[in-house]
């Protein structure tokens, strides 16, 4: 009964807090600093057909010459899936989806804007490692996670309901 008990937890561990909740994720780089992340808590809500919904919270900071400034904790979701990976956040009663594509054919200036998702959507899927490497090359860990996710653009979608 014990060892059941047991293994049923292990088993919903996620692999991000499997590998520390303290790691800092670092996402885009611009002109104040870089974006990063530290996500602190992932927990499994829903299983889908292609995919499982977690509820997350994620730590972010600014990252400057100055010092490290934190920009406050966040609550979100993300649908881990092979075939239609989201971020997903609430806001003002509105749900919206930024759905991830990883074979993207959009110019690079303008998958650019949409790396802290990426880094965010693996991180929370795969493991702090797994984002990072994401941000670095997104399609790269797609293919070897066996991604098939037709969208040529990453997207916003206004959602009913998550």
């Known amino acids: 009964m014990w060892l059941r008990l047991i293994l049923l937890v292990l088993l919903s561990i996620t692999p991000a807090l499997a590998q520390g909740p303290d790691e800092l994720i670092r996402g885009l780089c611009h002109k104040e600093g870089c974006d990063e992340f530290r996500l602190l808590a992932a927990e499994r809500v829903a299983e889908g057909a292609d995919g499982t919904l977690m509820r997350t919270q994620i730590?972010?900071?600014?990252?400057?010459?100055?010092?490290?400034?934190?920009?406050?904790?966040?609550?979100?979701?993300?649908y881990c899936s092979q075939t239609r990976p989201a971020i997903l956040a609430q806001r003002g009663g509105q749900t919206r989806a930024y759905m991830i594509a990883p074979f993207s054919t959009e110019?690079?200036?303008?998958?650019?804007?949409?790396?802290?998702?990426v880094a965010l959507y693996?991180?929370?899927?795969?493991?702090?490692?797994?984002?990072?490497?994401?941000?670095?090359?997104?399609?790269?860990?797609?293919?070897?996670?066996?991604?098939?996710?037709?969208?040529?653009?990453?997207?916003?979608?206004?959602l009913a309901r998550a």
């Open 59 to 78: 730590q972010s900071f600014l990252a400057s010459p100055a010092g490290r400034q934190s920009l406050g904790e966040a609550m979100g979701y993300a």
């Open 122 to 158: 693996f991180t929370i899927c795969h493991g702090a490692e797994v984002g990072r490497q994401a941000v670095q090359d997104t399609q790269g860990i797609a293919l070897r996670l066996r991604y098939s996710v037709p969208a040529s653009a990453g997207r916003f979608v206004d």
């Open 107 to 117: 110019p690079s200036w303008e998958k650019r804007k949409s790396q802290n998702f």
